[in-house]
Structure formats: C-alpha cells, structure tokens
C-alpha cells in the first residue's frame, strides 16, 4: 500500500488582527478596589538645591583703578561752558548768573560795567599772556591751582581778545606783523590756546569762555563740509583744539520779535541763547540723549543751562 497524502493547508493571504487581552476575573476571593480608593503615584521629589555659595569678597581697585568711579557720581559744579555772541549780546550778564563768588578775568574788553551790580563778583585785568599762562609759575592758573582762594567760578573775557595777546607773544622778538603770511605763527598760537584750556579744565571750579562771534564762509563748499554759519571768532584750528574741550557751547543772538502785552502785539528785544547745534549755529550739551534741549532761552541763566542738562528745565517757569 502507499502513504496516504495529507491535505496542506495554504496560510491565508488576509491579515491577521490581534485581539485585545481578555480582562481576567478576579477570585472570587479578592475584594476588588473602587475606582476612588486607587493608590496615586507619589510626588516628585526635586533634587536638593544646592548650598549657597560663600559671599564673593568685596572688589579691591587699587593704582590707577582707585580713581574710576560711578558716572552717577559726577559732579556737574565744574562744568567747561563757552558762550558765543556778537557785541553786547548779553554774553557777560549771562556768565555773572554763574556760582559765587567768582572771579572774571577781563581781557582788554572792559564789557564788566554791565554786571557792576552783580554781588560777589571779583574782576582781574589781563595785561599779557604771562598773567594766564599754565607755563608761567606766577600766573592767575598756580594762584587758583595752589591757593584756598575761594572762587567758584571763574570767566574769560574773551578768548578772542586773549587769542590775540598769545600772537603778540609769539610775535616778539620777530619782525613779522599780523598783515604777513603766519601759518606757522598760528599753528603755534593755536598750539598754545588749547592747552590753556585744557589745564584750566582741571581746576575745581566753573570754567566760562566767552568769545565773539565769527561769521565762517561756506562759499565753494561741498554740502558735507559746511560748517555752521556762526561760531566762536577762534582761529579754525584753535576751535578745533578748544571745543571739543566744553561741555557746554550755547551761541546768543538778539532778536526784535512782536509780544503780546495785555494782548497786543508789542516789538520786545529778547536775548535768546542757542544750545542747538543747527545748520546756522555751532551749539552743543553734553546730556543724555533722551533729554531734549529747548530751541532757544530767552534771558537764559546758569541755571537754566543746568537744568536743560539734567533734563528739567521748563519753558513755562520762564514766562
């Protein structure tokens, strides 16, 4: 006989699908929980914070670094202001409303009869560069540099006046005169205006520069190199060297403008000062930026020239 053949049966081409577990019943003999009374997963446990660190020491600037200091903590009582204006524009009233006592240095000008009623206010006569100079021992600089002299402020005017006492000391001796070619000589003077003002910055007290107006020529130039129309009558490049050095430059004009008086227009002469540069007029103040300065200051005072630097001057308290 032969071996029977098994019928194969072929796997099915459909997918196979798995059934979920059956839940098993639990014995008879097990009480089976309420839903409620399920045990809760335990709280996370954070880890442990760590301990705090011992306190940093306190920081120990010695040398040079012991003279760096908080800029809160600068004082605006020394402040290097330059105001520039044409004749009797009200250049020395304003600087007399400056911290006394105080002590004006009146450089061939003679313009002190306008604040002869100005309390607290000393008046020095200038006869040569020798009296200013930062070079010269007896100078009006060691006298305020190395004696409780008591001034607060102290004013030059003018720089433009001094400006021409320092070429007649670099003048001396030659036989050049101010109609000959001085570019050298000017390099000089300028040379040594700048450094006056630089050593008198130093000086713990207010320093106020007054200078008269010049008129700079702009004909020829390009748009990028115009300078502002007026400014102080330095030489260009004894600006360049002196500017930079203030903290203040404001440019006073007069102005015949129509007012109104019980409501009528009435012509008034106002002494306006400028503190903002513009296309006509060289001004600046040093201040943070978010405060702005007003466009001009009539009858403006010290005061008024601090509080637009810490940003509280009011218009309205003027009126």
């Not at 010269?136 to 600089?141: K, L, Q, V």
């Amino acid at each position: 006989m032969g071996i029977p053949k098994i019928p194969i049966k072929k796997p099915s081409s459909a997918p196979v699908t798995e059934q979920a577990p059956t839940p098993e019943t639990p014995p008879a003999n097990v009480p089976q929980q309420h839903p409620s009374s399920a045990p809760t997963m335990a709280p996370q446990v954070s880890a442990p914070k760590p301990a705090p660190s011992a306190p940093k020491p306190p920081v120990s600037r010695s040398g040079i670094l012991s003279r760096a200091k908080s800029v809160s903590q600068v004082s605006l009582d020394n402040l290097c202001i330059m105001i520039n204006g044409n004749y009797g524009s009200g250049k020395t009233t304003l600087a007399a409303t400056g911290p006394k006592p105080m002590l004006v240095l009146d450089v061939r000008e003679e313009g002190t009869k306008s604040i002869f009623n100005v309390e607290g206010v000393d008046v020095l006569p200038i006869k040569s560069w020798a009296d200013v100079s930062p070079e010269n021992p007896e100078s009006i600089y060691y006298a305020l540099k190395n004696t409780d002299h008591g001034y607060k402020t102290i004013v030059f005017d003018t720089m433009t006046q001094l400006q021409n006492m320092a070429m007649e000391k670099v003048l001396e001796g030659t036989n050049k005169t101010l109609e000959d070619k001085l570019w050298q000589e000017w390099g000089a003077v300028n040379k040594m205006m700048t450094f006056l003002v630089l050593a008198y910055k130093e000086l713990p007290l207010t320093k106020i520069f007054l200078c008269q107006e010049r008129l700079n020529n702009n004909e020829g130039k390009a748009a990028e190199q115009l300078n502002p129309m007026f400014g102080p009558a330095l030489s260009p490049g004894g600006s360049l060297g002196i500017c930079p050095a203030m903290d203040v430059i404001g440019h006073i004009i007069i102005d015949e403008s129509p007012v109104l008086v019980n409501n009528k227009p009435v012509s008034k002469i106002q002494h306006k000062l400028q503190l903002r540069e513009s296309r006509n007029f060289l001004a600046k103040t040093r201040k943070p930026k978010e405060f702005e300065a007003p466009k001009y200051i009539v009858d403006a005072s010290y005061d008024d020239i601090i509080a637009v630097i810490k940003g509280v001057y009011k218009e309205s308290a003027k009126a």
